[in-house]
C-alpha cells in the first residue's frame, strides 16, 4: 500500500481548500456588507459554490476507489477516532454547504443564476419558512467547517511539526 | 496497518521533544489563530462601527417599531399582477429577453414607502410599484421605483444617518427638528433632494403616479454597446382630483376598484444618461432634455391581498438582473440587495398577520 495520497486525491484537496477557504471568506463578508463588493462577492459565491459541489462528486468518487493510505498505528485510538469522524463532517460539509445554499434560494423563488443568463433550476419549493430554516443553517454549517477546518488544519500541523510522522507527508502537495 | 511497513515509519525524524514542542505548539495556535482573527475581521465581529446589513435593518426598526412578519420598510402594500409587452425599442439598448417583445408575465406589488404596516394612507406620500419580469426563458429582472423624482441620500452610510436623524422621539412620536436640521445642513445633497422631491406634483392615486427607478444601471445591447440608464413607469392613465381619505386605506381601496373596472397601463421609458451626467449619485436628477427611450408597456389586470397574493414573500432584489442590465457605479444596488436579504431572513422566519388591505373587503363592499 502506497502511503501517500494518490496525485489525484492531493490535487482535488489542496484545490478544494483553496476554493472552500476563499468560499467561507467570500461568505462571510458579503453577509456582513453593504457596499460595492457585495455584488462581486455574490457573483463569485453561487457559481463557486456549484464547482466546489461538483468537485465534491468527483473527490468522493476517487476517494471510494482510492483508499486513504493509514493513520500511524501508535496513533491514540481516541486521536484515531477524531480523525475519522472529522473527515466524514469535511466530506458531509462539502456536499451539504452548497446544496443548502441551492435549496435556500429555491424556496426563496430567488434565481439561481451562475452567470448572467445561466441560471439553474429550483431543487426545492418556494416557502419562506424552509427559507428561513434553510439560510440559518447555511450560517451555522459554514461556521461548522470553518471550524472543522482550523482543528484540521491544526491537527495537519501537529502531524508535521510535532509528531513529525508521515501523516503531513502523505497530503503535502 | 503502518507496523507492516516498519520502513515508513522510520521515514521520518520522529516526535519533537523537550522545550521545542512548545515552540512548535506555539506556532500552530498563531497559525489557526491568525486564520481565526481573519475570518472573524472578514465578518465584520472586529469592526462593530462597520455598517452591514444587520446594522441597516436594525435602523429600520428602530424608526418603525417591530412589526413581525413584515417588510421593515415600504410595510403596507398589494400585489399586481399583469404582463409587459416590449414595442421593439428595447433591444437596440439591451439585450435582456424581457425587452424581445413577446409578452412576459408580471407580478408585482404597489406599496407606501414607511416602514409602518398600518399606517393610514394619506401619511405616507412616497408610493412604490415593485415588479417581477417573468420571461418565458427565465431569465428574470426585478426592479423597484418610487413615486419621487430623486432619492434623498447619495448611499448607505447617508441612508443610515438619515434614518437615525429622523427617528421618532418617543415621547413626541416625532422626529427632532434639530437632528433633522443638523442632518440637512452636513448634508446639502439631502436638502436639494427633498427640494426637488417637494417640487414635482404629487400624483392623485396609484393608478395615475409615476414611479421611478431612482439609481442609475447599464444597458448592454447585443452588440456590446453599453449605456448607463435610469427608468420610470410613466402612466396612461390620466391624471384626476385627488379624493379626499375616505379611510385608512383610500388608496389601495381606489386603486381596488379601478383595477376592477379595467386593465391599468404604464410605458415604461428608458432615460440615457448624457455625458457627464453623474451615475453614482441618485440625489441629482439628469437634465430634463436627455434622450427618452420607451420600450415598452406593463398591463396591470389584477390586483390581490399580499395575505393570499404572489408578492408578499418576494424581495424585489435590484440585482436580479437579466444579461443585458448589469449595475454601474450607483452604490445603491448592492447596499439594497445585501439589506433587502436581511429583511427577508427575519421577516420569513416570523408568523404572518392579516395585511391591512384586504381586497375582498373592498369587493364585498362594493357588490353589497
Known sequence: ?173 | MSHHLPHEAQDGPGPVRGPAVIVRLAAIGAVVLTAAAGFAYTGGWLTPGRLSPERVVDALEANNGQHPGFRRNHAKGICIAGTFTGNGAGPTLSKASVFAGAEVPVIGRLALAAGRPAVPDETSPVWSMALRFLPADGDEWRTGMNNIPVFPVRNVEEFAGFLAATRPDPATGKPDPAAVQAFLTAHPATAAALQTIKAAPPAASFATATYSGLNTFRFVNAEGEEAAVRWSMVPEQTETERPAPSGPNYLFDELIEAVGQGQLRWHLVVTLAGPGDVTADPTVAWPPDRQRVEVGTLTVASVEGEDTGSCRDVTFDPLVLPAGIEPADDPFPAARSAAYAEGLRRRDGEAKRPSAVQVSAVRAGESG
Not at chain 1, 467570500?26 to 466546489?52: D, N
Open chain 1, 1 to 173: 500500500m502506497n502511503a501517500r495520497f494518490t496525485g489525484m486525491a492531493r490535487l482535488l484537496h489542496w484545490l478544494m481548500a483553496v476554493l472552500i477557504l476563499t468560499m467561507l471568506f467570500i461568505g462571510v463578508g458579503m453577509v456582513s456588507t453593504v457596499s460595492a463588493r457585495y455584488q462581486l462577492l455574490v457573483g463569485i459565491h453561487r457559481p463557486l459554490g456549484i464547482a466546489i459541489l461538483v468537485l465534491a462528486f468527483i473527490r468522493l468518487a476517487w476517494r471510494l476507489g482510492h483508499p486513504p493510505p493509514p493513520l500511524p498505528a501508535d496513533l491514540p485510538a481516541v486521536q484515531q477516532a477524531l480523525a475519522k469522524l472529522s473527515h466524514y463532517l469535511l466530506y458531509f460539509l462539502m456536499f451539504a454547504l452548497p446544496l443548502v445554499g441551492w435549496g435556500m434560494l429555491s424556496a426563496q423563488d430567488y434565481p439561481v443564476q451562475l452567470w448572467p443568463g445561466v441560471h439553474l433550476p429550483p431543487i426545492l419549493p418556494a416557502s419562506p419558512m424552509l427559507y428561513a430554516v434553510l439560510r440559518s443553517a447555511h450560517g451555522l454549517l459554514a461556521y461548522l467547517f470553518f471550524a472543522t477546518i482550523l482543528a484540521h488544519l491544526a491537527a495537519a500541523l501537529m502531524h508535521g511539526l510535532v509528531r513529525r510522522d508521515r501523516v503531513f507527508a502523505s497530503m503535502a502537495p
